[in-house]
């Protein structure tokens, strides 16, 4: 009977920290950013404030985030170590 109950409380906990991750996520604002590359391109993007925070971050490791293309079927990438410059409205 002990041992049942200690997996409730374990469960009642997992689902406590689910509950305060999804609550996060769902209040990730997204802001409009502009990126600037080291080849002059700008790419104009709306990205949630955690990755705008991952990209700024200087603990964090250099990244691909993933970038909307023209061409049906492809898609296209940038890595975050070519950023020269960033614009974030409502910051």
């Known amino acids: 009977m002990a041992k049942k109950n200690q997996q409730s409380s374990a469960t009642s906990a997992e689902r406590e920290i689910q ?16 990126l600037r590359m080291d080849n002059s391109f700008e790419y104009h993007l709306n990205l949630k404030r955690s990755v705008l925070a991952g990209i700024l971050d ?10 909307p293309c023209p061409v049906a ?9 070519r950023i020269k410059e960033l614009d974030a409205r409502g910051l």
Do not use: M, W
């Open 73 to 81: 079927g492809t898609k296209r990438f940038l890595h975050t170590s």
């Open 19 to 34: 509950q305060q991750s999804e609550e996060t996520a769902q209040s990730d604002e997204i802001l409009a950013v502009t």
């Open 58 to 67: 200087p603990d964090v490791g250099d990244v691909f985030i993933e970038v």
